[in-house]
């Protein structure tokens, strides 16, 4: 019991070093709005347009990746010049290397979409610069290109990528000594998350502008662009850090217990336990219930439960004596609403 303690305490100790690294992490815990404006911490640059960036369900699943899942997912989408939204980091940063990984998918490139970008980086000195952002060129209605834009020219991968399949892809700026050389570069994955950064990008640009210091990320709606009108394009699971291991992988727990987002309640007991524990759920309307279990690492290890259900409690027992001691995480979703419990197994 004692070994079984220290090992919980290490994976404790483990997971809050790996979130003090971690400067964003968003799974679009909201309903299904008209507008990610008024949801959390993300806010508009420049004049309020017609064309918002959406909060749409169901959220993009990924197999392994923390991220995979939870929550909605933003939706960028229009016909005209739309939306551009930021959210700052918890702390800027202005040496090493900024990460920030996401899922991404692309349902509808009509012949209206030439090229374009739809999510960057903006450093923390102000303005609207728009660096390291994810580049997309249409080949096709079903296929397209991803590339990296610095400030300046685009520099696409060598592979081809499929409408309708979610992707994991990490961006990353590295702060370079001397002028004009930061570089920033780009990893597009399909059915694997690395454990480890490669040791090769897929494609990377020094062209243009250096920044001192990167403080948000930026999502854009055809903001000062043509190339993307009439796009479907999908991004959930964002995470920021300042590493490989505190964006790609950054656990899913947060430093609370509860997180409800919505008017969808979520408690349980015992909590600790250790073999099993009631979820108790209070549903503000009948819809599609979707109820999963995550481990720290944000992979999903049992799916408790996924169904239409009527308003009322729901309730539903977790038999984990075949599961690890350790930090977990009940995600409850239900018409696009999503609610947050951290649970504690102990042996």
Known sequence: MKKLYLAFIFLAVTIFQIQSQNLLTEDFLYQAVDSLENSGNWFRSGINTEYNIKVVSPGLEYPDYPGSGRGNTVLIANSGNGDILYHHFSKAVTSGSVYLSFLFRSDSLPTSVTQGNCISFNPNTGGTFLNTSLNIRRISESSFNLGIRKSEGVEFINSVYKVGKTYLVVLKYSFIPGS????????????????TEPAQTMAFSTQGEDHPGQGSVVLINNYAQNGMKGCHIEIDGIRVGTSWESSVLAPVISGTADIVTSDLQIENFPNPFSEQTRIKVNLPTEGWVRMNIY?????????????????GNFEIIWDARNFPAGLYSCITQLNGLSAHRQLILLK
């Open 180 to 195: 004009e050389n930061d570089i920033s570069s780009i990893y597009v994955f399909e059915n694997s998350v690395p454990r």
């Open 295 to 311: 481990n720290a690492a944000g992979m999903k290890v049992a799916e408790l439960y996924q169904g239409n259900h009527p308003e």
